[in-house]
C-alpha cells in the first residue's frame, strides 16, 4: 500500500484532507506531520511513497523540508502547496517542472489526481525529485531570504539569497557570478538552508534564470567538445551545418539599405513595437534572450517563431528580415534532408558588412545571430541549441 505524508501546521485543514481521502483508501493511506521537523522523523521511520507539503510551517520550513528531500530522498515525488498570489509567479512555477504544486485553496480533485499521478509515476520508476534549480527558482518565487550550502562530493559553495534575489555565491576557490555558474552545474548534490542571509552587498546582477540557462549551455558546449575528437570523423562524413558563407547569394540588396549603402538592415530597420512584449509572459524565452544580450561574441540577435513571427530584435529587425531568417532555415533543413546529413545543425551566410548571419533552429523558435567573422560558429550554435530547443510557445 502507498502512503503519503501530509506536512502543514494547520490541524483543520488537515483534518479536512483526511476525510476527503477516505474514499480513496484502498489506493494509498495517509500520515501527516505539522513541521518538517515531524516530517523528517516519519521519513526516517516509514516507508513514504510522496509528499505533499505546504511552504509556510514553523520549526521548520517547507523549503527546508524539500531540500532534505532533495538529498536525502531524491526518489520520492513532491507536491508543494503555495498561494503565489500572482499570474506570472504561477507562470513561472510551471517551467519548473521537476515537481509538482497546487494553488491554495485546494481544488481537493485536482489534487487527487496529482497524488494518483505521482504515485503512478514512481511505480514505473520515474525519477521524480527535485533538483537544484528546480528548488533555487522555488525560493526565487517565494521571495525567501536564505543561505543555501551546496555540497557534491568534495566541493562545497554558498548562494546567498535576499526577498528571492541572489546577492552573492561563493565556492572554495570562486566568488560572484563565477561561483554561481560552478554550484548549479553540481551533480548529486546535497542541499541544506538556513533561514537568514548575512550577506548585504549585492554582488551579481543577474537573474537567477540567466545563470540557470547560461550554465546549462556552458555545459552542454563542454559536452559537445569533450566528444568533437572521438567523433570528429562521423562528422566530417555527415556535415551537421549548412554553410553558405562562401556563396555569393545575392544577399546586398535584400540586407541593405534601399539607398545602396554598405550598412546592413540589422543596424539601420527599426523594432516593431510588438517585439519589445511578445516575449514577456514566457520566462525561458525571456531569459534566453538575457542571456544572448549578454553575449560578447553577438553583436545582434533576432528570435522568430516558426511560423515568421518576430519574437525579439536585439538592436534592429522588422518583418523582412524575420521571414528571411524563417526561409533561411527551411532552407538549411531541406538541403540536410535533400543530401541525407542528418538533422540541422545551424546555417551560415555572409553579411554584406562581412559580419556572419548564424542561424540555429529550435523546435519552434530560430534564432538569426551576427557575429564577427572571427567567432567560431560551431560551439556557440552547439551551446546555444540545446537551450533553444527548450523554448516552447504553447
Same mark, same amino acid.
Given at each position: ?21 477516505? !474514499? ?19 521519513? /526516517? ?5 510522496? #509528499? ?17 528531500? =532533495? !538529498? ?5 515525488? #513532491? ?12 507562470? *513561472?512555477? %510551471? ?17 487527487? $489526481? ?5 504515485? /503512478? ?22 521571495? %525567501?531570504?536564505? +543561505? #543555501? +550550502?551546496?555540497? !557534491? ?17 561563493? $565556492? ?12 548549479? =552545474? ?49 562528422? /566530417? ?14 544577399? /546586398? ?23 519589445? =512584449?511578445? &516575449? ?31 519574437? &525579439? ?14 526561409? +533561411?532555415?527551411? #532552407? ?19 553579411? *554584406? ?35 533553444? !530547443? ?5
Amino acid at each position: 500500500m502507498n502512503t503519503v505524508l501530509i506536512v502543514d501546521d494547520d490541524e483543520n485543514f488537515l483534518h479536512s484532507l483526511i476525510d476527503g481521502f477516505k !474514499s480513496f483508501e484502498d489506493q494509498f493511506g495517509i500520515m501527516t506531520a505539522h513541521n518538517g521537523e515531524e516530517a523528517i522523523a516519519i521519513l /526516517d521511520e516509514q516507508d513514504i511513497h510522496l #509528499v505533499l507539503t505546504d511552504l509556510k510551517m514553523p520549526k521548520m520550513d517547507g523549503f527546508a523540508l524539500v531540500a532534505h528531500l =532533495s !538529498s536525502h530522498h531524491p526518489t520520492i515525488p #513532491v507536491i508543494v502547496m503555495t498561494a503565489f498570489g500572482t499570474p506570472d509567479m504561477e507562470e *513561472s512555477l %510551471k517551467e519548473i517542472g521537476a515537481f509538482q504544486y497546487i494553488e491554495k485553496p485546494i481544488d481537493f480533485n485536482l489534487l487527487v $489526481t496529482k497524488i494518483l499521478n505521482g504515485l /503512478d509515476g514512481r511505480s514505473k520508476g520515474f525519477i521524480t525529485g527535485i533538483s537544484l534549480s528546480s528548488f533555487l527558482q522555488l525560493l526565487e518565487i517565494d521571495k %525567501k531570504t536564505c +543561505t #543555501v +550550502t551546496v555540497r !557534491s562530493g568534495q566541493y562545497h559553495g554558498n548562494m546567498y539569497f535576499k526577498n528571492g534575489d541572489l546577492l552573492d555565491a561563493d $565556492t572554495d576557490d570562486l566568488v560572484g557570478i563565477d561561483a554561481a555558474f560552478e554550484i548549479v =552545474s553540481w551533480k548529486n548534490v546535497e542541499i541544506v538552508l538556513a533561514n537568514s542571509c548575512a550577506h548585504k552587498e549585492h554582488n551579481i546582477s543577474n537573474t537567477l534564470g540567466f545563470i540557470l540557462l547560461e550554465a546549462s549551455r556552458r555545459q552542454d558546449e563542454r559536452n559537445i567538445a569533450s566528444t568533437l575528437p572521438a567523433a570528429q570523423a562521423e562528422i /566530417d562524413n555527415s556535415r551537421i551545418a549548412t554553410n553558405l558563407a562562401g556563396l555569393n547569394l545575392d544577399l /546586398d540588396d535584400f540586407l541593405n539599405d534601399h539607398d545602396g549603402s554598405s550598412t546592413t538592415a540589422f543596424e539601420t530597420m527599426a523594432v516593431t513595437a510588438s517585439t519589445q =512584449s511578445s &516575449h514577456s509572459s514566457n520566462p525561458i524565452l525571456k531569459q534566453f534572450i538575457t542571456m544572448l544580450s549578454s553575449m560578447q561574441e553577438i553583436n545582434n540577435s533576432i528570435v522568430v517563431s516558426r511560423d515568421g513571427n518576430m519574437l &525579439h530584435a536585439d538592436k534592429a529587425g522588422n518583418d523582412q528580415i524575420a521571414n528571411f531568417i524563417t526561409y +533561411t532555415s527551411v #532552407v538549411g533543413e531541406q538541403l540536410q534532408m535533400a543530401i541525407n546529413t542528418g538533422e540541422q545543425q545551424y546555417t551560415l551566410l555572409t553579411l *554584406s558588412s562581412g559580419n556572419k548571419l548564424l542561424v540555429i533552429c529550435g523546435k519552434e523558435v530560430i534564432a538569426g545571430l551576427e557575429i564577427s567573422a572571427t567567432v567560431a560558429p560551431e560551439p556557440l550554435a552547439a551551446g546555444l541549441r540545446p537551450v533553444l !530547443s527548450r523554448i516552447s510557445l504553447q
